[in-house]
């Protein structure tokens, strides 16, 4: 687990709302405070889509990032925000490979993106989440450097805490 400072709010943000960089990122949850506080459960209600099958357990940032966008947008930044992604199952298969880990997807129950953003500091911490109990940290730490990775890719600066 580490904990990032992103240093570039507004080139974030656009990466964020306007681009698809996190759309394929499961929204666990989230919360925005602006003239109200706004709770996001990203908890798929598979109940309400009529055909139901293969539909993924958390909607992925995709579907829910335009409410967002909408939550934020204006001449006044939101008093704060957080937002838990997961990352898709078939990127974690490909993060495993990657890192040649001794790890099996289904013992993961996930890697994780802490978004948070309050009093003009911006947030990311990285975290993991298994099924099994173990001791091995290589997941833990190939996550880490995937999620530096991406915010370099992204040419998001940041700082690491």
Not at 26 to 44: A, K, L, P, V, W
Not at 68 to 84: C, E, M, N, Q, Y
Not at 91 to 108: A, G, M, R, S, W
Not at 130 to 146: H, I, M, V, Y
């Amino acid at each position: 687990m580490i904990q990032i400072r992103l240093t570039a709010t507004k080139s974030f943000m656009s990466k964020l709302l306007l681009s698809d960089h996190f759309d394929d990122f499961q929204c666990i949850e989230g919360e925005i405070i602006t003239f109200n506080t706004f709770h996001i459960d990203g908890f798929t209600q598979k109940s309400y889509y009529e055909e139901n099958a293969n539909l993924p357990e958390y909607s992925p940032w995709s579907t829910l990032k335009g409410f967002a966008l909408d939550l934020i947008k204006g001449k006044r930044p939101p008093v704060s925000f957080k937002f838990i992604f997961r990352l898709p199952q078939h990127n974690l298969q490909h993060l495993i490979t990657d890192y040649h880990l001794d790890f099996k997807p289904e013992h993961v129950q996930g890697l994780y993106l802490n978004i948070r953003y309050e009093a003009d500091l911006l947030l990311c911490t990285t975290g993991t989440a298994s099924k099994t109990f173990t001791l091995d940290k290589s997941l833990e730490q190939a996550w880490d450097k995937e999620a530096l990775h991406l915010f370099d890719t992204l040419d998001i600066p940041y700082e690491q805490e």
